[in-house]
């Protein structure tokens, strides 16, 4: 590949890691929200840090990924 765009990508090349319509990707942001409040409850410990960081992280890149999506 060349790297170039086909103008069937979406415009934003780090939406290839999601999903290309709205009830899927939101599936995944509360998915990754629950996973990450339930991370939170157990803060005091390390896994609990790891998880609530990581899947803070991922929630918020797939909420951006979510804005650009068409309604």
Same mark, same amino acid.
């Given at each position: 590949?060349?790297?170039?765009? !086909?103008?069937?990508?979406? =415009?934003c090349? &780090?939406?290839?890691?999601?999903?290309?319509n709205?009830?899927?990707?939101?599936?995944l942001? !509360?998915?990754?929200?629950?996973?990450?409040?339930i =991370?939170? /409850?157990?803060?005091?410990?390390?896994?609990?840090?790891? /998880? =609530?960081? /990581?899947?803070?992280l /991922?929630? &918020?890149?797939?909420?951006?990924?979510?804005?650009?999506?068409? =309604?």
């Amino acid at each position: 590949m060349d790297g170039s765009v !086909s103008s069937s990508s979406p =415009a934003c090349p &780090l939406t290839r890691f999601y999903v290309h319509n709205r009830r899927d990707g939101a599936r995944l942001l !509360s998915s990754a929200l629950v996973i990450t409040g339930i =991370a939170l /409850v157990r803060i005091d410990h390390p896994a609990g840090q790891l /998880v =609530a960081v /990581v899947g803070g992280l /991922v929630s &918020l890149y797939w909420w951006f990924c979510y804005r650009q999506l068409k =309604a």
